[in-house]
């Protein structure tokens, strides 16, 4: 079936503007189509137009602002106008605030989907999910956009293949080319219930340490001299570095670029940085599939504890499925025990 | 001398890889500003980063090359700093795990005066060596008083050979470099072209007084690309220190300096290009690389005798002269050309001296180097062939030689087509002589009457007649048995 999809302003499309909800890019074109804009088109989709995000997607990273993106999706999804969203959720915050409109988010595995044409914000959990009224709509879209692609470095390898990623090296070499696919099975997935994580509050903080340490190294290339917001009145190089970034980034962004110069900084690298890491290196490791295959935590009656297992999911790199009850969680590359039980649910 | 000069070195070598980096355009050097950009390396957001595999084999090779422990997993960090030659803000670079580590290299101790013919070596250790990408260049216009940018350099592989403290004179940097320079162009890991900056260097020095084993007060003297700047602005900072030392007339502080080529002296950089806070973090853009032994092994297999190693093969072993060998073996072309011909040839020391007589004469008559004549070498092996044989004669094989160069003529049928095989036959030979002597019977009395001089004269006369084709060992013969009768 061909759905009408939006692509979020950070997702590329050639000559189109692509502003990542930024001043900064508000003039900006597309020099190249993202992956996933050929994919759908490829798969029969139709790419309805732009979907309005917070800047960088950076909204919810420091307080409960609301979410732009969610407010188009809204729109978009009552109006029976559009499908599917399709948009870089590597906060949390698009996937709870979904859950608590009734809605729903689909955050896959880490390296399934390319960032070819992504602007990026946090490399290490950028990834591009599909926002939807119906889960198995989302399910649908994502089989059309997931699977290798040479031109992302840092994608999944076949889940077949032992594990651990595989680099991705230039033209030069042609690096062994692998689809990533997912684990089959006929059998209903094992469902475990998961509660309220001892250390909630630290995932947010390691979130925050690493969202603005990234954002702030991938930001730092809109200084207004190339391309993007320039400012009119300088009088040195200096100057025009700091008026055009003082007057083009929002709130969120200048507050990630200081706290990210400061966490990477050599007098706080260790504390915050490296410390942030290691505690996320510790989450990813103290997870273990024994006996289940996917984890469903129950949200709160008002939904506010829906960002804790998005923020889970994203730190370690693992497919999740935000509705509005609960968020549900599976190994890496097992997204197909998410849909299966998407598909229980609405049935 | 009551001081000692401490000095460590920062070698930035462009690796020669067709392709960039973390893209896939062109690296090479010359081309007009900005054409070999894309929207990666100019910077854009949305293109993500893929390594440069063959770079990554290069960086292998220097490893090799420097008898460096090579790193099992090598992973990329980002460099954070602003500058409009940087375009995306952050270098990508390897700050945690460098691709080779604790290499050495042995140098020829220069002024060192061994016992005997050998010449004393000095090792110089290596910390580490890593891989990173060039950032673009800044060309100042001053008519208009702006600077542009041509981001071609940008992304362009390169590696920086860090070395221990090593160094106490100039001539030991000086012979570091050089020998760098030898080991890395040879097995075609860089061009190492100084005035294109394909090699740079940055100098940490420091001075101490002999025996005391604290290191002095450190300036670095940043980006250097002369060989002679180098020896220079080491003089010249070492001196400054040594003053400062002795009259305290100015305090030494940790500075970066730069060399003035012009005014001969180092000036402190501004406070701003001064040591930074550069928040390295582990680029998450790039998975890590796994080296296993089998990628080291197909590097090392595509590696050429080190330069070194074939100077010694060809001195000691095939016993061919100093200055012929060091030809040779310090270009990797007439290295090919010798070990090719030599092979079907079977006589290094003909091999060694039509390359170093013949071929070169021919080529640079053509403004033509040695590393880029591109010569048959079974037809050059052909050429040498006959002369051995008296088939041609040596000055007819050079002729043979530049057809073969200039118009890649085939040897055999050059010579057949302009009948230039050797004249051997007696009765021909003492014709033209006969010839010769009756048209010069001046000379002739001349010789008679003790000139020796007028013989070579005589014999010019011949081989003229015979179209240079004649065998000269019997026009010698002949020419002194027929004039004395
Ligand atoms: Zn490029």
Redesign the pocket.
Known sequence: MSYSILLEESIMQKGIYATAGSKMLANFTAPISAAVADSLEAGGMQIAGRAKMSEFGASGLYDDSPCTLLTEAVNAFCSDKNDAILCNDYTGTIAANAARRGLCYIHPTYGTVSRYGLIPAVCSMDQIGVLCKVPSVGFEILAIIAGYDARDGAMLPSANDGGGRTVGFNNNDGGDKRTADTRRTAALPVISVAKMPLYAEIYRQITQILCSAELSGNISRYDGIKFGYAAKDYSDLRELYTKSRTEAFGEDLKLSALIGAMVLGAMCYEKYYDKAMRLRRVIKESVCWDGFDVLRYIHDADGKDAIVFAIFSRLCGLPSLSVQECTYVADAGNEHALSMIAVADEQ | MKYEVVMGLEVHVELSTQS?LF???SAKFGAEANE???P??AGMPGMPALVNKNAVSLGIAAGILTNSDISEVITFDKKNYFYPDLPTGYQITQWFAPICKNGWIDIEAVGGGGADDTIPTKRITLKQIHIEEDAGKLVHEPRTRSTLVDFNRT?VPLIEIVSNPDFNTSGEVVAYLEKLRLLLTFAGVSDCKMQEGSMRCDINISVREKGCKKLGTRTEIKNMNSLKAIARAIEYESQRHIDALETGSEELVVETRRWDDTLGMTFAMREKEQAEDYRYFPNPEILPIRIDKAWIEDVRATLPEPAHEKYERLTKTLGLPEHDSRLISESQNLSRIFDAVTKIVNKPKDVSNWIIGELLAVSSGAGVEGDEIDINVSDFAKIIMLVDEGKINRAVGKKVLAQVFENKVNPEEYIKDNSLAMVSDTGTLESAIAAVLKENDKTVAEYKNGSQKVFGFLVGQIMKKTGGKADPRMVNELLKKMIET
């Open positions: 960039k893209c896939s355009c070999n950009v894309c990666a390396c992304s």
